[in-house]
């Protein structure tokens, strides 16, 4: 089974006939899929489905049996939502990693949780019926529905549309049946399976279960007005799961005569809440479920939500619809601030800093020359960039150039939205009859003085908190109990412990790393002593100045523990000054977004993700983006690791995040650096993974230029391919020595600079002590030898006994990283060879024979002693005697004579 299919067709959970009749029509359109049936509370479908899987063997309950290894597709049907599908951990890991063809063909609306996947083929149309859509795909790609399939997906057109009565009904769906019927669809079976559930009807019989549930509605049905707006509830409860409970539901509202209901059931381990509505435009059910995680369309739509009261979510429930209904009432016209005040792109920041002050503003759009908003300016970061001395710099230069705006017919659920789940705090609308020019702004201000006059008119916004608990199966079992047991002693200290950085943004990529940073929320250095106290080791090494501390575990994994904390730098380059702060504050002050997020370790909300800067989105779609518009004035060395993650990871630097570096390194930011800081981050890139990529990012921006000159000019891309391929070369040797690799770099990037320029550039880096200069001179002594050397042996190189004894004494003193470089020069195939024995097999080559042996020999010690040593390692080297020391004793006597 596994050799035959390389695909994995699923759909939401509780499937309903439309569900059904996709995944059928999805294994025609892709016949190497397997179908995952994921159950029904549907009884008539599940009986269907179990008789089926005698004629289809592709349709499975589980995939246990597969071949995960195998599978390379991905076809979702009758839902976009990833929350709402039971993706297998094997092939989640592999959607998170972007190595499966994704393709989805649903009728739903767009939603925050839909598949964000760089290989999706989306197939989305808002009709009546995912059938309707694969209906369509179908027979454009020319595949012959079989009758039986066709009757399959009959009963999910017919069921989903309420027998083409439904207002979401369209002539797309009366298209697909049309089709239908001309591949033999037998209306008597769609007739049966719909007479049987009779969906809306007093005709179906219902089961003692789901009877009961239904007598407890009738009981507790209350009819709610809004508006213009009639809406019926029900709540009841079950000791266990209640088959065709969407169908008690319909049963209620034919009882009813509602035109819209939601009905709910608590279960012992979450509830049910499902929605129905007979016009498309009076409630949008499918909206409402979707605040509870759940999903559908207009007329109908359910979800299941975990620990809840039947209290708690009739009142949410509630909260939901007066929001949703009374916001038709405003408009952004009567919300928002206008007329606003703008910035030119042209101003300096001093001139900014003066209309703050006057207008007392926090930020302020900035426009181009036809009022069209180009950015937001935000009030601390120009008066933080006059406070550098920057303060004739244009606004552009630090607004922010990536944020949402809004046309002046947007709902105002969509301006909150806006300002409650990102970091903008400041939206601009726009007019399209006026070329889209800005005429106002909705702020957080504005919001707070609509919900002061009635908070019903507000829309509700309901965000569930992410949770990668899932995910610590990646990694080690060692670091999995570590993290639970740091969460427990955060519980008995009552702080709050999170896994934060690096390590939960390689979690998420599936990437190792060991490099574990914990933050604490109250006493970060008395945590960090209990934790060694636990683990039984020597006390946490405390770094008081920065509130951090150092605990090494007897397994040697050294953990680094921080108590959260603000982080400011007075001047530009400078160290910064740490007080205390919260979690977020200290998830700000780093570096990028894909490294400015937490997880939640303590037992309540463990594994709980706290993404306050849309740090996922960036690692999903791989940006690097810093969090502020002053991040490389506050530290240039965040330009040179913007290219090492960008790098290392695949990614790309946003837009954003790219014009920063720019306008920093246009007022010249890192001739501020210090050489100690500026050559360790020139280290670090040549120690990286990806060092030739990096180095071409450094000509891109010219920054090589800006530390020198020549080190742009004369370090091409060819010249750092070549070496990185010999090192390659040389590490597959397998030597027991090592290399100081960036060393090995510098001496090839410096090869074509003269001695005055070294000088410069090394007094520039502040390297003393290295001394790169006699190192170079060393390399340039032997590769003059060497040429000398195979010139004059010429094409009979292979065939001179003593050349092997040469090389040695040309190379004996030659560093590694020298040697190295030579091999990169001399690459032909025999100088190669003849380089290669050297240091695979005479470098480190010496005679058997001691001074001792020479002395009982009768050799008087002296310089004597060197000579003859010497003549042994020649000996030795050109084959003329063996490697055991009786031979070399023999050979010493014949020298002796």
Same mark, same amino acid.
């Given at each position: 089974?596994a050799v035959?299919?390389?695909?994995?067709?699923?759909?939401h959970?509780?499937?309903d006939?439309?569900?059904?009749?996709s995944?059928?029509?999805?294994?025609?359109?892709?016949p190497?899929?397997?179908?995952?049936?994921?159950?029904?509370?549907?009884?008539?479908?599940?009986?269907?489905?179990?008789e089926?899987r005698a004629?289809?063997?592709?349709?499975?309950?589980?995939?246990?049996?597969?071949?995960?290894?195998?599978?390379?597709?991905l076809?979702?049907?009758?839902?976009?939502?990833i929350?709402?599908?039971?993706?297998p951990?094997?092939?989640?890991?592999?959607?998170?990693?972007n190595?499966l063809e994704v393709?989805i063909?649903?009728?739903?609306?767009?939603?925050?949780?839909d598949?964000?996947?760089?290989?999706?083929?989306?197939f989305?149309v808002?009709?009546?019926?995912?059938?309707?859509v694969l209906t369509h795909?179908?027979?454009k790609?020319g595949?012959?529905i079989p009758?039986?399939?066709?009757n &399959?997906m009959?009963m999910?057109?017919?069921e989903?549309?309420?027998t083409?009565?439904?207002?979401?009904?369209?002539k797309?769906? &009366?298209?697909?049946a049309a089709?239908l019927?001309?591949?033999?669809?037998?209306?008597?079976?769609?007739?049966?399976?719909?007479?049987d559930r009779?969906?809306?009807?007093?005709?179906?019989?219902l089961?003692?279960?789901?009877n009961?549930?239904?007598?407890?509605f009738?009981?507790?049905?209350?009819?709610?007005?809004i508006?213009?707006?009639e809406?019926?509830?029900?709540?009841a409860?079950s000791?266990?799961?209640?088959?065709?409970?969407?169908a008690?539901?319909?049963?209620?509202r034919e009882?009813?005569?509602a035109?819209?209901? &939601?009905?709910?059931?608590?279960f012992?381990?979450?509830?049910?809440?499902v929605g129905r509505?007979?016009?498309?435009?009076?409630?949008d059910? !499918?909206e409402i479920c *979707?605040q509870?995680?759940? !999903?559908?369309?207009?007329t109908?739509a359910?979800?299941?939500?975990?620990?809840v009261?039947?209290?708690?979510?009739q009142?949410?429930?509630?909260g939901?619809?007066?929001?949703?209904i009374?916001?038709?009432?405003i408009s952004?016209?009567?919300?928002?601030?206008?007329?606003?005040v703008?910035l030119?792109s042209?101003?300096?920041?001093?001139d900014?800093?003066?209309?703050?002050?006057?207008?007392?503003?926090?930020?302020?759009?900035?426009v181009?020359?036809n009022?069209?908003?180009?950015?937001v300016l935000? *009030?601390?970061?120009?008066e933080?960039?006059?406070r550098?001395?920057?303060g004739?710099?244009?606004?552009s230069d630090?607004?922010?150039t990536?944020?949402?705006?809004?046309?002046?017919?947007?709902?105002?659920?969509q301006?909150?939205?806006?300002?409650?789940?990102?970091?903008?705090r400041l939206?601009?609308?726009t007019d399209?009859s006026?070329?889209?020019?800005?005429i106002?702004?909705?702020?957080r201000?504005?919001?707070?003085?609509?919900?002061?006059?009635?908070?019903?008119?507000?829309?509700?916004?309901q /965000?569930?908190?992410?949770?990668?608990?899932?995910l610590?199966?990646r990694?080690?079992?060692?670091?999995?109990?570590?993290?639970?047991?740091?969460?427990?002693?955060g519980?008995?200290?009552?702080?709050?412990?999170?896994?934060?950085?690096?390590f939960?943004?390689d979690?998420i990529?599936?990437?190792?790393?060991?490099d574990?940073?914990?933050i604490?929320e109250?006493?970060g250095i !008395?945590?960090?002593?209990a934790l060694?106290?636990?683990? !039984?080791?020597? +006390?946490a090494v405390?770094?008081?100045?920065?509130?951090t501390a150092?605990?090494?575990?007897?397994?040697g994994?050294?953990?680094?523990v921080?108590?959260?904390r603000?982080?400011?730098?007075?001047?530009?380059?400078a160290?910064p000054?740490?007080?205390?702060?919260?979690?977020k504050?200290?998830l700000?002050?780093?570096?990028?977004?894909i490294?400015?997020?937490a997880?939640?370790?303590?037992n309540?909300g463990?594994?709980?993700?706290?993404?306050?800067?849309?740090?996922v989105?960036?690692?999903?779609?791989?940006?690097?983006?810093?969090?502020h518009?002053?991040?490389?004035?506050d530290?240039?060395?965040?330009i040179?690791?913007?290219?090492?993650f960008?790098q /290392?990871?695949?990614f790309?630097?946003?837009?954003?995040t790219?014009?920063l570096?720019?306008?920093a390194?246009?007022?010249?930011?890192l001739?501020r650096?210090?050489?100690?800081?500026?050559?360790h981050?020139?280290?670090?890139? =040549?120690?990286d993974?990806?060092?030739?990529?990096?180095?071409k990012?450094l000509?891109h921006?010219?920054i090589l230029?800006?530390?020198?000159p020549?080190?742009?000019?004369?370090?091409?891309?060819?010249?750092m391919?070549?070496?990185?391929e010999?090192?390659?070369?040389?590490?597959?040797?397998?030597?027991?020595?090592?290399?100081c690799v960036?060393k090995?770099?510098?001496?090839v990037?410096?090869?074509?600079f003269?001695?005055?320029?070294?000088?410069?550039?090394?007094e520039?880096?502040?390297?003393t002590?290295?001394?790169?200069?006699?190192?170079?001179?060393?390399?340039?002594?032997?590769?003059?030898?060497?040429?000398?050397?195979?010139?004059?042996?010429?094409e009979?190189?292979?065939?001179?006994?003593?050349l092997?004894?040469?090389?040695w004494?040309? =190379? +004996?003193?030659?560093?590694?990283?020298?040697?190295v470089f030579?091999?990169?020069?001399?690459?032909?195939?025999?100088?190669?060879?003849?380089l290669?024995?050297?240091?695979?097999t005479?470098?480190?080559?010496?005679?058997?024979?001691?001074?001792a042996?020479?002395k009982?020999?009768g050799?008087?010690p002296?310089?004597?002693?060197g000579?003859?040593?010497?003549?042994?390692?020649?000996?030795?080297?050109?084959?003329d005697?063996?490697?055991?020391?009786?031979?070399?004793?023999? &050979?010493?006597?014949?020298?002796?004579?």
């Amino acid at each position: 089974m596994a050799v035959e299919y390389t695909g994995i067709i699923i759909t939401h959970n509780n499937a309903d006939a439309d569900a059904f009749g996709s995944l059928i029509g999805a294994s025609l359109l892709h016949p190497d899929c397997l179908i995952l049936w994921p159950g029904s509370q549907n009884l008539k479908l599940q009986n269907i489905v179990s008789e089926l899987r005698a004629k289809k063997p592709h349709i499975l309950y589980s995939l246990s049996k597969v071949d995960m290894n195998s599978i390379s597709k991905l076809v979702v049907v009758d839902t976009h939502a990833i929350t709402r599908v039971n993706i297998p951990v094997p092939l989640l890991e592999k959607y998170t990693r972007n190595e499966l063809e994704v393709f989805i063909y649903d009728h739903h609306p767009n939603s925050d949780h839909d598949f964000k996947a760089p290989r999706a083929n989306t197939f989305v149309v808002e009709c009546g019926a995912a059938c309707s859509v694969l209906t369509h795909q179908l027979y454009k790609q020319g595949v012959s529905i079989p009758p039986h399939d066709a009757n &399959f997906m009959a009963m999910g057109i017919y069921e989903d549309t309420g027998t083409f009565m439904y207002t979401g009904t369209t002539k797309f769906d &009366f298209e697909a049946a049309a089709m239908l019927m001309s591949n033999g669809l037998d209306l008597s079976h769609v007739y049966d399976y719909m007479h049987d559930r009779t969906v809306g009807t007093r005709n179906a019989p219902l089961s003692e279960d789901a009877n009961n549930v239904y007598h407890q509605f009738v009981q507790s049905a209350k009819l709610y007005k809004i508006q213009d707006k009639e809406i019926w509830t029900a709540v009841a409860s079950s000791d266990h799961e209640v088959r065709n409970f969407s169908a008690v539901v319909d049963y209620l509202r034919e009882e009813k005569g509602a035109k819209a209901i &939601f009905g709910i059931c608590v279960f012992p381990r979450n509830a049910v809440l499902v929605g129905r509505c007979t016009e498309r435009c009076y409630v949008d059910v !499918g909206e409402i479920c *979707r605040q509870f995680g759940g !999903g559908g369309h207009a007329t109908a739509a359910s979800a299941r939500i975990p620990s809840v009261t039947s209290i708690e979510l009739q009142e949410r429930l509630l909260g939901f619809l007066v929001s949703m209904i009374k916001q038709d009432e405003i408009s952004l016209t009567s919300l928002m601030t206008t007329p606003v005040v703008t910035l030119s792109s042209t101003s300096t920041v001093d001139d900014s800093c003066q209309v703050f002050l006057n207008c007392n503003l926090k930020r302020i759009p900035v426009v181009d020359h036809n009022k069209q908003c180009v950015g937001v300016l935000d *009030r601390a970061i120009a008066e933080k960039v006059k406070r550098h001395q920057m303060g004739s710099q244009a606004v552009s230069d630090y607004m922010e150039t990536i944020y949402s705006s809004l046309s002046l017919n947007a709902l105002p659920s969509q301006a909150l939205d806006i300002l409650l789940t990102t970091r903008q705090r400041l939206v601009p609308i726009t007019d399209m009859s006026k070329k889209n020019a800005i005429i106002g702004v909705v702020t957080r201000t504005d919001i707070v003085k609509m919900l002061m006059e009635d908070p019903s008119r507000i829309p509700v916004l309901q /965000r569930n908190r992410e949770n990668v608990r899932g995910l610590l199966q990646r990694i080690p079992k060692e670091h999995q109990q570590f993290i639970i047991n740091a969460g427990n002693l955060g519980d008995s200290l009552g702080c709050k412990v999170y896994v934060v950085g690096g390590f939960v943004r390689d979690l998420i990529l599936n990437r190792p790393n060991d490099d574990i940073d914990l933050i604490i929320e109250g006493d970060g250095i !008395g945590y960090a002593d209990a934790l060694a106290e636990k683990y !039984g080791v020597s +006390k946490a090494v405390h770094h008081g100045q920065f509130l951090t501390a150092v605990v090494t575990l007897p397994s040697g994994l050294k953990i680094d523990v921080c108590t959260a904390r603000l982080e400011y730098y007075p001047t530009p380059v400078a160290l910064p000054v740490v007080e205390l702060s919260s979690l977020k504050m200290d998830l700000y002050r780093r570096d990028f977004t894909i490294n400015a997020i937490a997880m939640h370790v303590n037992n309540q909300g463990f594994g709980d993700l706290y993404d306050f800067f849309d740090s996922v989105d960036d690692i999903n779609h791989g940006f690097v983006s810093v969090l502020h518009s002053l991040s490389f004035v506050d530290d240039p060395t965040r330009i040179f690791r913007a290219i090492r993650f960008e790098q /290392r990871y695949g990614f790309k630097i946003s837009p954003h995040t790219d014009r920063l570096i720019r306008n920093a390194l246009k007022i010249d930011i890192l001739s501020r650096l210090t050489g100690g800081r500026l050559f360790h981050e020139i280290e670090k890139i =040549l120690c990286d993974e990806q060092p030739v990529a990096c180095w071409k990012r450094l000509r891109h921006y010219n920054i090589l230029g800006s530390i020198h000159p020549s080190l742009q000019s004369k370090s091409k891309p060819e010249i750092m391919e070549k070496a990185s391929e010999t090192l390659n070369f040389f590490y597959q040797l397998k030597l027991k020595h090592s290399i100081c690799v960036w060393k090995y770099y510098l001496l090839v990037l410096l090869q074509h600079f003269s001695d005055a320029e070294v000088e410069t550039l090394l007094e520039r880096f502040k390297i003393t002590g290295l001394d790169m200069q006699e190192i170079r001179r060393k390399h340039q002594e032997a590769r003059s030898t060497l040429k000398k050397l195979f010139k004059e042996v010429g094409e009979g190189i292979a065939n001179e006994p003593h050349l092997p004894h040469h090389i040695w004494m040309c =190379l +004996k003193d030659v560093p590694l990283e020298a040697f190295v470089f030579l091999l990169m020069e001399f690459d032909l195939p025999a100088p190669r060879g003849l380089l290669v024995t050297y240091v695979t097999t005479h470098r480190d080559l010496n005679p058997s024979v001691t001074g001792a042996d020479l002395k009982a020999l009768g050799l008087k010690p002296g310089p004597q002693f060197g000579v003859v040593l010497a003549r042994v390692r020649e000996a030795l080297i050109v084959g003329d005697v063996a490697l055991d020391k009786e031979s070399q004793l023999q &050979f010493v006597k014949n020298l002796l004579g």
